[in-house]
């Protein structure tokens, strides 16, 4: 196993060691905005099967997974099946689906029939009923270390009321195998460089999975802001440990901590060589907070908005790269997601 990676932070003994576990996730949020998470809570079978639904659901036919398109949805777009290519009309590069709590109606459109995916409800639904209270938890523990109630983030991300907007993602990448590398154009990563805009986000990644990189704290660098020139630097890999889930923060959280806690980006490049050319699958709960919420630090340091606000400056589902100096940000707002991909991609074959 390797020892690459973000801190593991305990969870074990919760009540007794709050303290402790406060401190450590303040460390790993204040610099690398990665963590894992270990003694969570959320058995291990639960895991195994959710990650059997995303396969079974990915390797439907296309005009199954047509069935359930996205829909557009407040200010967060997407509920359903999404498509990302390298190029239009070109290989599939990533494909993914939302999944939200039943109280939002829309779900109604969405889940796929017990004929199309058997158990996708059932076993969707008990996971993500398992995450919510691991969710509380940490954001207990952050919101009194930026000094609000400890009970600040709970009301703002109750998943009970249809004015929440947390939402599951299933995603696979479906397999290079049979794609000649040379043919990869440089640059071209299965998600490119990005900040999640969810308050937090819980990603659970499947053994021996490869490609999760982050551009940690002062590291990160954001070079460019003009569509096709921009980068990061300073990559590091971020690979699945065994018995824990990968945590990172996300732009509103920067926000609401001044600054403090860093959503930093991060990326799923492209296999490197002897690394496996497989499907690579992975599930993310995205935290989202109340879209009418005021999001502002105690300190004031940014300008207060709201998540309805925030999404319309940054644009899209996979919008823009999050920089912390808010000059740089707001530079940054016109570079869309893929773009830099899309620009200089070469075609992959498409995935059966
Ligand atoms: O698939 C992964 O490991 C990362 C996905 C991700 O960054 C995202 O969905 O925001
Ligand atoms: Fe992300």
């Known amino acids: 196993m390797s020892c690459a990676g973000p801190p593991i932070v305990d969870l074990a003994n919760f009540e007794e060691r709050k303290e402790e576990i406060k401190n450590e996730l303040m460390k790993a949020a204040t610099t690398v905005g990665f963590f894992y998470i270990t003694n969570h809570g959320i058995p291990q079978d639960l895991i195994d099967r959710a990650f059997a639904i995303n396969a079974r659901y990915f390797d439907q036919p296309s005009e199954v997974k047509a069935k359930y398109p996205s829909v557009d949805w407040g200010a967060v777009k997407l509920l359903g099946y999404e498509v990302n290519r390298m190029h239009e009309g070109d290989g599939l590069l990533h494909e993914s689906c939302i999944q939200k709590f039943p109280v939002h109606t829309e779900m109604e459109k969405i889940w796929p029939t017990e004929e199309d995916v058997p158990d996708f409800k059932k076993v969707t639904m008990e996971f993500m009923e398992a995450l919510p209270p691991v969710v509380d938890r940490l954001m207990s523990l952050f919101a009194l270390a930026i000094g609000f109630p400890e009970d600040f983030f709970k009301t703002i991300t109750d998943v009970s009321t249809t004015e929440n907007n947390s939402f599951l993602q299933y995603h696979k990448y479906p397999s290079l195998e049979g794609t000649e590398r040379k043919d990869w154009k440089e640059g071209v990563n299965r998600i490119t460089a990005h900040t999640d805009e969810s308050l937090m986000t819980l990603l659970f990644n499947s053994p021996g999975s490869v490609g999760l990189e982050l551009a940690a704290g002062k590291d990160g660098k954001a070079v460019g ?29 920067q926000f609401w901590s001044d600054g403090l806690l860093k959503s930093n980006y991060h990326r799923v490049r492209m296999p490197k060589e002897g690394e496996p050319l497989d499907a690579r699958y992975s599930i993310g709960w995205f ?16 300008p207060p908005t709201t998540m309805k606000e925030f999404m319309k400056v940054k644009g899209q589902m996979y919008g823009n790269s999050f920089h912390p100096d808010p000059e740089i940000y707001m530079a940054n707002q016109h570079v869309a997601f893929g773009v830099p991909q899309l620009a200089n991609a070469t075609p992959i074959p498409a995935a059966s």
């Open 287 to 302: 935290v989202w907070p109340k879209d009418d919420v005021l999001i502002q630090g105690p300190a004031q340091k940014y």
């Open 225 to 253: 802001s003009e569509v096709g020139q921009y980068t990061v630097e300073g990559w590091t890999d971020c690979p699945p440990k065994p018995g824990c889930i990968t945590v990172n923060v996300g732009d509103p959280l």
